[in-house]
């Protein structure tokens, strides 16, 4: 048996541990697009991608606030120019995966969402709490604390 | 019959025509994220997003030569800084959504791959032929003609 067990200790490991207490939200790399931006204060390109739930709140346009199930990933990398297109910023090193999943009644005291994070290509937990996410989600609190505009996409 | 008719014609009349001899491939909207890219010299956002050919290619860095069966679709909008937060860049009006479709016996004289874009909101099709896509995309040439380096995500 020890080899069996041994596989599925490893399959076990390598999800990654939980961040502010959430689970980690499995197989986000291939949900739906809503949006994408470039922070070009610090060189970021990010991608935001939405469960079911979110991508048909985006779709309609019914995101004030977005329904409870909502859960919102936001993929960011370092941004450099291509090789043979030097002016197209695109995506390099992974820096992190950063999480809003809409729950009104578990996440009540911290406005309706769960805010989580994981680092790097390893994706190790950020466990310093949701204050931090939330401070800097202040100015869009009239938004539900979503910064992101859905992208328009042709029906 | 008439009403029932009126209703079908209305449904087909919803999938744009081809472009460049190639049909619209439909529910592209929905397709996972291969990379995103900001091109800075014309202001606009994309998103690379793939079949799951592509998808199942491009995680796994078998992307020179792309396998047949492989269709990119690159989403391109207009940017411009969030409300909220200027140096964001972020969508705004869609400018249009361009195809590259791999097969090399069907498009065995134009490297492989089928070239397609439709324009705008309501996806017209671009009828000027594959030339146009090709003569831009000649530099790559030696990356089986794709500009894109997949983005890397965490598994």
Redesign the interface.
């Given at each position: 048996m020890l080899p069996l067990l041994a596989v599925l200790a490893s399959a076990e490991a390598?999800t990654p541990p939980s961040s502010n207490g959430i689970d980690y939200p499995t197989g986000w790399?291939?949900?739906?697009?809503i949006?994408?931006?470039?922070?070009?204060?610090n060189g970021t390109?990010?991608?935001i991608?939405g469960n079911d739930t979110a991508?048909k709140a985006a779709?309609a346009g019914q995101t004030n606030p977005w329904p409870d199930g909502t859960v919102l990933a936001k993929?960011v990398?370092k941004?450099a120019g291509?090789e043979?297109?030097s002016?197209?910023?695109?995506?390099?090193?992974?820096v992190h995966?950063e999480f809003m999943i809409k729950d009104s009644v578990r996440f009540a005291e911290t406005y309706g969402w769960g805010w989580a994070r994981?680092l790097?290509?390893?994706?190790a937990p950020f466990a310093d709490g949701p204050q931090v996410c939330i401070s800097c989600h202040t100015?869009?609190r009239g938004?539900d604390w979503v910064?992101?505009?859905p992208?328009?996409?042709?029906?």
């Open positions: 390598a790399q291939e949900w739906a697009l949006a994408v931006s470039h922070r070009t204060d390109l990010r991608a991608l991508v779709r993929a990398w941004g291509l043979n297109w002016s197209a910023v695109a995506p390099k090193a992974f995966a994981w790097g290509e390893t994706q100015p869009v938004r910064f992101t505009d992208a328009p996409f042709p029906h």
